[in-house]
């Protein structure tokens, strides 16, 4: 389509406002790598919250959360609600922890912890893993999706899209460090915010509202309308002791509500967060800004984007082309496929079924059907991608001006997701890797200069993996699956002096081994409702993984020899954690550790009746259920008093003071 010459400079004034940041703060981003990774550590808890809540707006989340809806519906969105006992964990436990430790990253936090030459080996291994893949993987989506706009927006191919997002991340990235990142997303978050519920009114009111999605019949999905429509989805028959109650969405959600939010590699805090609360003044304004982003996250940004989702199943069909005849696929482009028969006739298949538009129709690379592959008669050649009806929303229903502030939102969305993601993965690089073992005692203005060279070559490999990626929601949930059973070793390691080295190193490789293993072998599950024709869902690899991964990590601690406890005094000393230290506590001597059971216990359920009441409360309004709605808003008013009871009685022990900078 043809932006209009109002979009063009809206867009354009916001890159040049990131690039402007980026050269006001080049001088003191690479001054020395605790400025250009942790800003000094002297971030105010509503700078350091408002940043943690930008980055998690990547430009792939309206997308892949409009796929959710379209695709399952609203409940399909508890893949990522349930992290919120993660969050309020982090609120009231971890965060406190993270920032006394005064770690640059989570992989010094290992040599921290475990303290030998093991705990060495691992926190050398952690930064090449997080530098080299996992934030590659964050990178690979946040790419993915910034390809699919920037090709229903502006019509140009998937390796040009790719080359552009790329040279505008780049070129403000190697600027600014975590200074430029953290200044600009408070102007992401606003930007993001007034875009995602303008998108979200014009739609919702263009399409007639719920009454006009209703009358529509949701032609955008297969699944029934009143499903998709559930904040929770519906059981099948029986009690919950009887297979026939295990509905596929009902297996799903138990394993996202009992294992998903402890089990995953941040159950203890991901990196972004780890990051920003050690970026921050002391341990109340890491803590502050922890609780910021889990209102705004959970409570405060997914409505906009799942209206839109809604709006788009009454104005965008749900389309398939099946194969005609049984065949080998010779050709593949996006309008058509060619399929030549055990005869060796030749068939071309149009992808332009009826129902469809210039800017929707049926992709082949949703199925992932190249060239040479065989199907059958009856087989699925291709479908609407429905990812993509977000972007087909915004060039259909915003006008002059608004759509241009909308792209430059998810421009903005995009490039703080990825400044984010290139300085941390070179911060484990250069804090874990290069300085620790390869170059020690360096000047720092060399270990600024090679964070600079690393965050090219991460970009590129992240650029690299997106290219030959088709799906967001697919990367996101290998992801999660990935390091699916390190999470309770992760929580452990703060309570139990028994954890070791070799507890945590166990349950990665299992995870990770497990997670590789399920996705390549040709195995025929039998999990039930989580596994579909012997198929395995998401939340049925996620089932296997971790339970693989904690029987493992328990046999290590089982069968491995105990540590020895005058080897983890200094990090007791230091982090003052709770929980079952009593070895430990004896050498240390006394240890003021500022926490209590109950104020932690009460601030996260409180957290939680605070979060979700926002949550449902607004869903049950904007979706005509006015009496639920306000018991929401109650419970969360509620919720609002037990977090301030809470933090009152968790003071901080200890504040750095720093020059106040902003």
């Not at 922890?290 to 209102?295: G, P, Q």
């Not at 060239?371 to 006008?399: F, H, I, K, N, W």
Request: charged content about 15%.
């Amino acid at each position: 389509m043809q932006l209009h010459l109002i979009d063009w400079l809206i867009l354009a004034a916001y890159v040049v406002f990131a690039i402007v940041i980026g050269l006001r703060f080049a001088r003191r981003a690479g001054s020395d790598i605790n400025e250009f990774f942790l800003t000094g550590r002297s971030l105010p808890w509503w700078l350091a919250g408002t940043s943690i809540v930008a980055t998690t707006f990547a430009a792939d989340t309206p997308l892949v959360i409009t796929g959710w809806v379209r695709d399952h519906g609203i409940w399909k969105n508890w893949l990522w609600w349930s992290f919120a006992v993660t969050t309020l964990l982090g609120v009231f436990l971890f965060s406190r922890l993270w920032r006394r430790a005064m770690v640059v990253t989570k992989a010094e936090l290992a040599e921290l912890r475990y303290g030998g030459r093991g705990a060495r080996v691992l926190r050398g291994f952690l930064g090449v893993l997080h530098s080299g893949f996992t934030n590659t993987i964050i990178l690979c989506w946040v790419l993915l999706a910034a390809s699919k706009i920037i090709d229903v927006l502006f019509d140009v191919d998937k390796g040009m899209a790719l080359a552009l997002a790329c040279t505008i991340a780049l070129s403000y990235s190697l600027l600014a460090g975590l200074w430029g990142v953290v200044l600009t997303d408070v102007v992401q978050f606003i930007m993001a915010m007034v875009g995602a519920i303008a998108l979200a009114v014009i739609t919702w009111q263009g399409v007639g509202g719920l009454s006009g999605v209703l009358a529509a019949g949701a032609s955008g999905t297969s699944v029934p309308l009143d499903q998709i429509l559930r904040f929770v989805p519906t059981a099948g028959f029986g009690s919950p002791f009887e297979l026939t109650f295990w509905t596929a969405p009902v297996a799903i959600l138990a394993v996202n509500l009992g294992i998903g939010w402890w089990a995953t590699e941040w159950a203890d805090g991901d990196g972004v967060i780890v990051q920003r609360v050690a970026a921050s003044r002391d341990e109340h304004h890491g803590r502050l800004a922890v609780l910021w982003y889990a209102v705004a996250f959970y409570a405060l940004r997914p409505w906009p984007w799942i209206l839109v989702a809604l709006a788009s199943l009454a104005v965008l069909p749900n389309l398939e082309v099946h194969a005609p005849l049984a065949g080998q696929v010779t050709a593949v482009d996006q309008s058509a496929v060619v399929l030549e028969s055990a005869g060796g006739s030749t068939r071309e298949v149009s992808l332009r079924p009826p129902g469809s538009a210039e800017d929707w129709y049926p992709l082949a690379s949703t199925t992932r059907l190249a060239v040479g592959d065989e199907v059958v008669a009856g087989q699925l050649l291709a479908r609407t991608d429905s990812e993509r009806a977000y972007v087909v929303m915004m060039a259909r229903y915003l006008p002059v001006g608004l759509l241009g502030l909308v792209i430059a939102s998810l421009c903005a969305a995009f490039m703080s997701t990825i400044d984010t993601h290139v300085n941390l993965a070179s911060s484990f690089f250069v804090n874990d890797v290069y300085r620790r073992f390869l170059v020690p005692g360096a000047g720092p203005r060399h270990y600024v200069m090679v964070a600079r060279l690393t965050c090219v070559g991460v970009m590129c490999l992240g650029a690299a993996m997106a290219f030959y990626a088709e799906s967001i929601s697919d990367l996101f949930t290998f992801f999660l699956a990935f390091l699916g059973g390190v999470g309770p070793v992760y929580v452990m390691r703060w309570l139990w002096w028994r954890i070791d080295a070799m507890t945590e190193v166990v349950a990665m490789l299992t995870s990770a081994a497990v997670t590789i293993g399920i996705s390549l072998a040709p195995i025929h599950w039998r999990l039930g409702a989580l596994s579909p024709n012997g198929e395995l869902l998401h939340e049925g690899r996620l089932l296997v993984v971790v339970g693989a991964s904690v029987g493992m990590a328990l046999l290590s601690l089982w069968l491995g020899p105990r540590p020895d406890p005058s080897t983890l005094v200094p990090f007791y000393q230091k982090v003052r954690p709770i929980g079952w230290w009593q070895p430990v506590r004896e050498l240390a001597g006394p240890v003021d550790t500022g926490s209590q059971p109950a104020p932690v216990l009460i601030g996260v359920l409180s957290g939680l009746g605070l979060v979700y009441g926002l949550l449902f409360g607004t869903g049950h309004l904007l979706l005509g259920g006015p009496a639920p709605g306000i018991v929401g808003f109650a419970v969360a008013l509620l919720g609002a008093y037990g977090v301030r009871w809470s933090l009152q009685r968790l003071p901080a022990i200890s504040a750095d003071p720093v020059d106040d900078c902003l």
